[in-house]
């Protein structure tokens, strides 16, 4: 299988960055790499009426979009559970 590129949206760099504890983070950029290798793992689901995935990190999900066809994974949002829908 190949190996799919990140692009994460500037939005979400700083939604990343304001994610506390840093260990947090740690886990969630660790997360966001492990989309690389595969993008649809076990715990995704697709977001109804959207072409849009997430994965769950803990109290954080992260949203994303993947192309195929350019074998590409963008990053929309990162977020707390209780925000991330709004």
Not at 45 to 72: A, F, M, N, S
């Amino acid at each position: 299988m190949a190996r799919y590129k990140i692009l994460i949206k500037p939005s979400a760099v700083k939604e990343i960055e304001s994610i506390l504890p840093k260990k947090d983070r740690q886990r969630i950029v660790a997360r966001i790499a492990k989309l690389a290798d595969n993008p649809r793992p076990k715990c995704c689901e697709k977001l109804t009426g959207e072409e849009k995935y997430r994965v769950r990190q803990g109290w954080y999900r992260i949203v994303y979009l993947i192309e195929d066809q350019e074998l590409v994974v963008y990053i929309f949002k990162v977020g707390h559970r209780k925000d991330i829908y709004r």
